[in-house]
């Protein structure tokens, strides 16, 4: 068995960010920037192309996320850590406008995908997954507690995905996402309770 590199280096950047972001840490975003570069060449590598072309976006909602959690609005900002963006969630309008939207944007990019670009071995699973990583990291960037929920669904997905493709550190790292994406779920929970 040949170790991939790629893999194992972008699954430990990635279980590095996951784990800080989980328990509110700005300093995920340091962590993140390199893990986006990591992934993108891993994804090349193995001709994800939905994937591959989320990591450029993925980067701008780094960066974004990284402007928002230090530089909160007024009323926004956490009653523990000053100078910095509470927790908040969506309301139920806004859940299911985003579920609606990530069905629909799923649907159109699988089926472009298969179109344009032939080689990705699972255009509608792999686009599910971008799709859904974009939501996540956009309300994970607002820091809201619904991006755990998005983030829990999107570990199984890519569990699936990396074991079709033949990632070994990948589905690893999903599995352990996930548990992070459970802990990191309650613990938002309670951050939202104390308004920190």
């Given at each position: 068995?040949?170790?991939?590199w790629?893999?194992?280096?972008?699954?430990?950047?990635?279980?590095?960010?996951?784990?800080?972001a989980?328990?509110?840490?700005?300093?995920?975003?340091?962590?993140?920037?390199?893990?986006?570069?990591?992934?993108?060449?891993?994804?090349?590598?193995?001709?994800?192309?939905?994937?591959?072309?989320?990591?450029?976006?993925?980067?701008?909602?780094?960066?974004?996320?990284?402007?928002?959690?230090?530089h909160?609005?007024?009323?926004?900002?956490?009653?523990?850590?000053?100078?910095?963006?509470?927790?908040?969630?969506?309301?139920?309008?806004?859940?299911?406008?985003?579920?609606?939207?990530?069905?629909?944007?799923?649907?159109?990019?699988?089926?472009?995908?298969?179109?344009?670009?032939?080689?990705?071995?699972?255009?509608?699973?792999?686009?599910?997954?971008?799709v859904?990583?974009?939501?996540?990291?956009?309300?994970?960037a607002?820091?809201?507690?619904?991006?755990w929920?998005?983030?829990?669904?999107?570990?199984?997905?890519q569990?699936?995905?990396?074991?079709?493709?033949g990632?070994?550190?990948?589905?690893?790292?999903?599995?352990?996402y996930?548990?992070?994406?459970?802990?990191?779920?309650?613990?938002?929970?309670?951050?939202?309770?104390?308004?920190?």
């Amino acid at each position: 068995m040949t170790i991939n590199w790629l893999d194992l280096v972008s699954s430990l950047l990635g279980l590095t960010c996951v784990f800080l972001a989980g328990r509110g840490s700005k300093y995920n975003f340091w962590v993140g920037y390199l893990y986006t570069i990591a992934l993108f060449f891993l994804f090349w590598q193995k001709n994800l192309v939905a994937s591959l072309l989320l990591q450029p976006i993925s980067l701008g909602i780094n960066i974004l996320g990284h402007y928002r959690w230090t530089h909160p609005k007024e009323g926004e900002a956490s009653s523990e850590k000053a100078g910095e963006l509470k927790v908040s969630m969506l309301t139920w309008p806004e859940r299911i406008l985003t579920i609606v939207i990530v069905l629909v944007v799923a649907a159109l990019w699988g089926w472009l995908l298969g179109r344009l670009f032939p080689a990705d071995p699972h255009p509608y699973l792999d686009s599910c997954v971008t799709v859904l990583i974009l939501v996540a990291q956009f309300l994970s960037a607002q820091k809201k507690w619904d991006c755990w929920v998005a983030w829990i669904i999107v570990n199984i997905t890519q569990l699936i995905l990396h074991l079709s493709v033949g990632n070994i550190f990948m589905p690893i790292v999903s599995a352990l996402y996930l548990v992070n994406g459970i802990v990191s779920l309650v613990n938002w929970e309670k951050m939202y309770r104390r308004k920190a």
